[in-house]
C-alpha cells in the first residue's frame, strides 16, 4: 500500500499543518475620535485592546514585539505582535516583557501601548507578583498616560501552568519525539486512559497526524543525450571496477601458484631426505603435519587455480574434471594395431564415466524426490508434529542469525571479548613466521550467512503455504515488527500502513498519541512535570472548602471556568469529576464554559470592559494627580480589589 492510500484511510486523522505565510497589509485604522469621551482602554497580558464598548477588543494580537535594525535602510524597526514573523532578523529578535510572572522589560510595556489609545488604561495583572516589579508596571502606565491605570485583584490562587506553558510543554514532547524532524517546530482518570495506551491497537486508534508543509523533489527530465552520457559513464566505471577486480585476482591467484610450486619442490625433495627428517621438514615449514595433507592441498588448490582460470577466460566452469578420449570419434581407417586397442579401452572407459554420472545423478534426484515424499508424508499425517519441527529450524536459524549479528556489533567495541579475541588473533599471526602461508578461510561468514538466509526464506515459505496457523506475524520480519509495535505506533502509529523512509510526506509528519493525554492533565497534576504544585481541581477543592458552609454552597452553584485552555474537549467533566469527591456529599455543583457559546479566550477581557462601565469602575480610576502625589504602590479601594466581595 502507498503512502498516499496509508493516509486515505487514515481519514480525519490527519491535520495538515498551513505553510507560514506573513500578510504585509496593516491592521485598517479605527477613527478613535468617534469615541471621544467614552469609557477607558481595557488589556490584559496577552495584548487585546479596545474601547469597553465593544463585543470584542479592536486588537487582538500576541503580547511579543521585535526591535531591530533593518541594514537595508538604515534605520530602526519596531514590529508588534503577528508581524514579528515578517523577516529573519525580526524572528529572531522577539521578545515579551515577561519572564513567568515578572515585568523584566518595561520599555516593551510602553511599545506596546503605542499600539493602543492614548487614554486611561485598566489592567489585571498577574498574581503574586513582587513589589518592585509591579511598581514598574505602574510606573512606566504613568509616563505614557494622563490616566493612570487601576489594577483590581481578588483573592486567588493559581498554578504556574497555563496555554502558553502547555504549548512548550507540546513542543518539548515532539522535538524528544522525534530528533531528527527535518524542520524546526515552533510554538487519576489520565493515568488509566495512558495506560490503556499499552496496547498498539489502542494507540494507533486515536493518533493525530499533523501534517507539515514539504516540497516534493522534482523529477528532471534527462535528454536521450544526457542519459545516454550517464550510461557511458556508469560503463566506464564498472570496466574500471571490473580492472581493479581482475588485478587483485590474478595477485591472488599468483601467490597461489607460487604457493603450490613451492609446496612440489618441498615434496621433491622427498628422495633426498630420511623419512623421519622429510617429516619433519614438513611439519616445521608448512601449514601442514603430514605428507598426505600436503599433496591433497595441491591437488584441492590445482583445482581451484584451473577453475579460476577458466573463469577469468570467460568459461563456465567445470563442475568436474571430464577425462577425454580422443580415439573414440576416430575412424578405425585411420588408427594402427596399438590405436585400436587404446580405442577399444578408451571407449569401456567412457562407457563406465557415462554411466556413473547417470547413475550419481539418478540418486541425486532419487534422494530429492525421497525428501520430498517423506516430508509429504510426515505432513499429511501429522501436521502439527511436521509444523513444530519446522519452527524448530526456524528458531536454530534465527537465533545462528542474531548471534553472527550480535559478533559483527561487539566487533565495533574495542572493549568487547570478541574484539580483544580477534586483536589476540592477529597478534598471534603477526608473530607467526608462517602465517603467510596459512590457509585462509575466505567468505565463510558471508556464505554462512547466505545460506542460512535462503534456508529461512525456504522454511517461512512452507509454513505459510501449508500450516493454517502460521501467518505474517510468525515469520522474523513479523516477529521484529511486532515486538517494536508499541514504539512503532508511538512515533508513527495512524497511519494504516507501514512507514515508509523514502516518503517525503511521511518525512513530514508529526504523529500526536500519548501527548494528546499528558499535556492536558498538567493542569490536574502538575507534578507530572516537575512542578511543585497542586492541580487545579485540588486547588479549587481547597478554596471552596475554606468558606462557610452557606457561602460554599453559593460558590459551587457559579463555577465559570475561562481562558482560551478551556477549549479542551472534556475539561468541564474533567474539572467536575475532580471536585466531587472532595465537596459535600450530594451537593449540588454546576461548572460553566463561556457564556453562550463565545470565544472562551475574551471572557476576562468582557468581564473587565463591563466592570469598567459600570460607576464603580469609574470611581476607582488612579488620575495622574493622586498617582504623582500618592506613588505606585497607592490604589483605591473596590469590592473587587484586596478583599473578598462576601
Known sequence: MSSDQDLATSGSKVIHFPEGTFNPEPQPPFD????????????????RAGFSTMSKPYIDNPNVIARYRERKIGKNMLLF??????????????RNMFDGDLLIHGDLLVSQRVQGFADAVGMCPRLHVPYPWHRLGSDRAADRYDGTPDEPAVHESQIPFGGAQASELMLKLVQLKYPSFPLKITGGQAT??????????????????????????????KSEAEIAAALARRKEQGRRLQEMQAKQ????????????EEFKALLAERGSMKKAEFAQRIYDSTPFETEAEVEAYIKKTEAEIKRKQRKDLGEDPEPEEEPTFPLVDRPDEELNEEE???????????????????ARNEKQKEKERLLERLEIEERTNNLERWSAKLRKEQDEVIERMKERKKRQAQLGDRKSAAAQNRMKSIAALAADSNGGRKRKKGDEDSDAEEDDAAALESIEARLLEFDPSFTEDDTMEGRVRRKNALLNNFVRGGTGGRYDEESVEQSYQVHLNVERIRVPETWFQPSMFGMDSAGIGEMSGWILNGFEPDIRERLMQCIVLSGGS??????LQRTRNTLTPMLPYRKPLKIYGAVGGDDPRLEAWRGMAEWARSPEGRSALVTRAEYDEKGSEWLKEHAWGNVPPF
Open 340 to 358: 585400436l586397442k587404446e580405442k577399444r579401452k578408451q571407449r569401456l572407459m567412457k562407457a563406465g564415466w557415462e554411466a556413473r554420472v547417470k
Open 566 to 571: 478551556t477549549k479542551l474537549p472534556g475539561l
Open 249 to 260: 585476482r590474478a595477485e591472488k591467484l599468483a601467490a597461489k601458484i607460487a604457493e603450490v
Open 81 to 94: 505582535g503577528n508581524y514579528v514573523d515578517a523577516d529573519a532578523n525580526s524572528r529572531s529578535n522577539t
Open 192 to 221: 488509566s486512559e495512558l495506560r490503556s495506551l499499552e496496547d498498539p491497537v489502542k494507540m494507533a486508534e486515536m493518533t493525530k497526524i499533523v501534517q507539515f508543509p514539504f516540497t516534493q523533489p522534482e523529477v528532471v527530465e
Open 32 to 47: 478613535y475620535h468617534s469615541l471621544d469621551g467614552q469609557d477607558p482602554v481595557i488589556w490584559s497580558h496577552s495584548w
